[in-house]
């Protein structure tokens, strides 16, 4: 039996236990709502029919993927790609994290190096 304590309590939510990773993606999901309604319904539909994966877990986990996806599919203009992922993705995290310094930087890395922007965001996120 593991004594409680011994590892990280993770947060519930309802009446389910959610990890790190879930949390986040439920803050970005959340945010969007709340500041452009229906856009991510908008997004998770195109999302889910390409690649199978909402775009805020692909956001986290495969941001080349959602890259590819804004810019390829969507709307082939970076301008409306760096606006969409700088205040609809980034924001809530950096918020949180108290990193607005660092927000034109992750977002230039996540449009011209997706994985580096992996690699940074989650230096960030593990520093907490």
Same mark, same amino acid.
């Given at each position: 039996m593991i004594k409680h304590?011994?590892? !990280?309590? !993770?947060? *519930?939510h309802g009446e389910v236990e959610v990890s790190a990773r879930s949390r986040l993606i439920i803050a970005i999901e959340n945010y969007i709502r709340s500041r452009a309604p229906g856009y991510l319904e908008y997004l998770d539909i195109i999302? /889910? /029919?390409l690649l199978g994966r909402g775009c805020a877990d692909l956001f986290v986990d495969e941001p080349d993927k959602l890259r590819y996806i804004l810019v390829d599919k969507l709307s082939n203009d970076i301008h409306? *790609?760096?606006f969409i992922i700088k205040y609809l993705f980034l924001r809530p995290i950096l918020i949180k994290l108290d990193k607005l310094d660092v927000e034109e930087e992750l977002t230039s890395l996540f449009i011209q190096n997706p994985e580096k922007f992996k690699e940074k965001l989650n230096q960030m996120l593990n520093q907490r």
């Open positions: 304590g011994s590892y !990280p309590t !993770p947060a *519930v999302c /889910k /029919k409306t *790609v760096y």
